[in-house]
């Protein structure tokens, strides 16, 4: 078991549309993948196959585990039969267990991080979940992506951090319209999602840009992970190509976080601008994690943005707290994501893996 967390907590989301597997269970995985955690991830439906021969792809290549030794995953899919297959990475290897085995096991291999994706109760019953719930270890974090708002409601006070995603498109019909998703909300998993984005579309065969803002090098797992891929995606052709930047100063100093800007910190924040700038004159996905909260912060003066943004010609997804209202009037699709419940507010602390 790593020793970076001495607490796991449980994590539930409500995503009613989810496309074969979730961008935030991906997010996750990527994030805790770069500490090194051990992750098993569980998909419910058998529709993560393309995401899970991804993470294999990249097991077996030398040119990625020389720059990323840390794929410790075991990947279970629920199969017709009540048979549960399960691929073990970075060995890729197969074996098949009855469910009943499956549920025996899970939680002997001491997992830090345990992923339920299409979650429902015909896939696992209320009972099962709670049941895993009270037995798991004291510091293995559990994650669950539910995909039915009947059971999410019924199952959601058992869980230390509960968020809801709904989706609304802009249908004002107007022609300057961007293609922006506007990830946004008070609830936790924006970036996230964007992340699982990002992967989705590289799996596609598309050209990928991440730019973080106000976001330190290296203190993100995810960060760990996107080194290694910019990497390899140069030396191979299987997906499209993938490239990512970091702006921003250090803001976490242990236990706490820096609030105040300074000169440098704004400073970082208009050269992630001009690189978004650089990167929207080209056809491709671009990610500006963070743009609506630089803004907030004021190192970003909304017009400035908005004058970048008029350059959108196609995907690019944007997230951060608080999206102003000029930025959502040209968003075609606005992503919000509800917090009802929330361990920080509890004082539960960041946990490396999970929050960062």
Request: charged share 25%; glycine share 6%.
């Amino acid at each position: 078991m790593t020793n970076t967390r001495t607490i796991g907590l449980n994590h539930i989301y409500l995503d009613t549309q989810i496309e074969d597997y979730s961008n935030i269970s991906t997010g996750y995985i990527l994030r805790a993948l770069g500490h090194g955690l051990k992750i098993a991830y569980v998909d419910c439906e058998n529709k993560s196959s393309k995401f899970s021969n991804f993470l294999e792809n990249l097991s077996l290549s030398y040119s990625f585990t020389k720059n990323f030794p840390k794929l410790n995953m075991d990947i279970y899919t629920f199969k017709k039969n009540q048979i549960v297959s399960r691929t073990l990475i970075p060995q890729v290897e197969f074996a098949n267990l009855t469910l009943d085995m499956f549920w025996k096991q899970l939680l002997k291999h001491e997992y830090d991080l345990i992923i339920f994706d299409n979650s429902n109760f015909e896939h696992i019953t209320k009972f099962k979940m709670i049941n895993i719930l009270n037995s798991k270890s004291s510091n293995t974090e559990i994650i669950t992506i539910f995909n039915n708002e009947k059971d999410y409601k019924e199952i959601k006070s058992y869980f230390d951090l509960n968020c809801e995603l709904s989706f609304k498109k802009n249908t004002k019909g107007l022609s300057n319209i961007k293609s922006i998703l506007n990830i946004t909300g008070m609830g936790r998993g924006k970036s996230l999602f964007s992340y699982g984005y990002l992967i989705r579309s590289y799996i596609q065969k598309k050209d990928v840009k991440l730019i973080y803002f106000d976001k330190e090098q290296g203190l993100y797992g995810e960060q760990h992970f996107f080194k290694a891929l910019k990497c390899w995606a140069k030396e191979n052709e299987l997906y499209g190509t993938f490239d990512f930047v970091s702006t921003g100063k250090k803001r976490f100093n242990g236990a706490t976080y820096r609030k105040e800007n300074t000169s440098d910190d704004i400073k970082e924040a208009k050269e992630g601008l001009m690189l978004l700038k650089t990167s929207l004159l080209k056809q491709t996905p671009v990610v500006a994690d963070e743009l609506n909260s630089v803004i907030n912060s004021e190192l970003l003066d909304q017009d400035e943005v908005l004058q970048v943004l008029e350059k959108v010609k196609h995907e690019l997804i944007i997230t951060g707290i608080k999206s102003p209202l000029k930025i959502k009037k040209i968003s075609s699709l606005i992503l919000s994501i509800k917090s009802t419940k929330d361990y920080l507010k509890k004082n539960k602390g960041y946990r490396k893996g999970i929050d960062y």
